[in-house]
């Protein structure tokens, strides 16, 4: 038995072209045969109603699915409208973006500029604050240095203020003793004179050499000084080589030697003239008047006394003040005549350190 091969139907007719219910060409459509048991043949009308059961099923599933496919496109449509308009926003947002993007990549850049230039400068500051600190760690050491200096200072100052005090009193004390050493000399007719490169006297100057480093001789010093000195041996002459060139000379010959002296002038009463001789202040025995005009001498130099000088050696160190021993004297000394031709007494002494 032989069927369409499209819609199953028997082909009775062997010889004809084309299918009796679907009209399918059988030349051109392959014709299936089989051999399985005969089936029992469907009338005619139940397939036609039952292919336009079909049909109409067809239909209404189209119409449905149509429905239902122009929902859904009309959904999608509004969706894509929807997400076009998004997606349009989207496109305007990421404009705005891309342009704020561009404005931060700009303030971006400007931004890494001036960090780089603030790390510059941060590490320009860093140096610096190293160097301040260093200079810092130094002023700190100095300070410190200074400080203990300070306090060294200080302390000396106290020490120093305290001594300066000390030596105020004392001079306070020692200014008092000279005012009354003064006035003492004042009283027994002697004046003191500072030291100075000349001195004038009987209208004359004399200058002498003063050193600052000589000092008092012993007693015997003295003795052995006046007797190497040759200064009584030269002529006497009262206009070129008078007592004070003989004062003179012996002050720059002892002060040569580094002995201390003075010179002395005197004034006689009753007498127009007066004399010069030299002072030495013994570590010893003190004050000792020497006279070297024509030959040397020791003398007692006392105002309200009579002038007397002896040769040394015949005057020991302890009589040299003893005026008991001076006015016992009744011959071998030396004196001054005065204007009546007796022994002159001295009316002052003018000392010359």
């Known amino acids: 038995m032989s069927y369409c091969s499209k819609c199953g139907a028997e082909i009775i007719d062997k010889s004809s072209l084309y299918c009796q219910r679907c009209g399918a060409n059988l030349k051109s459509e392959r014709t ?52 076009q308009i998004t997606l349009s926003q989207t496109q305007s947002e990421l404009a705005d973006n891309k342009q704020q993007l561009t404005g931060a990549q700009a303030e971006l850049s400007l931004t890494e500029k001036n960090l780089t230039q603030t790390q510059s400068i941060l590490s320009q500051t860093q140096t610096q604050l190293t160097s301040a600190q260093t ?32 030596t105020q009193s004392q001079l306070a004390s020692s200014m008092q003793q000279l005012s009354d050493y003064k ?11 500072s030291s100075t490169t000349s001195w004038t006297f009987n209208g004359l100057t004399w200058t002498h050499n003063d050193n600052s480093q000589a000092v008092n001789p012993t007693w015997n010093q003295l003795m052995t000084f006046i007797a190497q000195d040759k200064t009584d041996q ?3 002459n009262i206009n070129s080589f008078n007592c004070v060139n003989y004062s003179t ?8 030697l580094n002995i201390e002296t003075a010179m002395v002038t005197l004034n006689l009463r ?38 007397r000088a002896v040769v040394p050696g015949t005057v020991q160190p302890g009589q040299v003040r003893n005026d008991t021993w ?12 005065n204007n009546y031709g007796g022994q002159a007494v001295v009316g002052s002494i003018d000392i010359w350190w």
């Open 270 to 307: 009753n007498s127009t003239a007066g004399h010069a001789v030299n002072a030495f202040i013994t570590s010893d025995y003190g004050l000792v008047y020497v006279d070297c005009t024509g030959n040397d001498a020791i003398a007692r130099v006392e105002t309200g006394k009579v002038y």
């Open 249 to 256: 000379t012996v002050y720059n010959n002892a002060e040569t």
């Open 32 to 83: 299936v045969i089989k051999h399985e048991a005969p089936l029992v043949r469907p009338k005619r009308n139940i397939n036609i109603k039952l292919v336009i059961a079909v049909l109409g099923f067809a239909l209404v599933v189209s119409a449905v699915w149509g429905i239902i496919t122009t929902f859904r496109l009309s959904v999608i449509q509004t969706t894509l409208q929807q997400t």
């Open 135 to 166: 200079e810092l760690n130094n002023t700190k050491t100095q300070l410190s240095s200074t400080q203990s200096q300070l306090s060294s200072t200080t302390s000396e100052l106290t020490s120093t203020t305290s001594l300066l005090s000390d």
């Open 183 to 193: 006035k003492t000399m004042l009283a027994l007719g002697i004046t003191i004179h």
């Open 234 to 236: 030269y002529p006497y």
């Open 326 to 337: 001076w006015d016992a004297l009744t011959g071998n000394y030396y004196y001054l005549s």
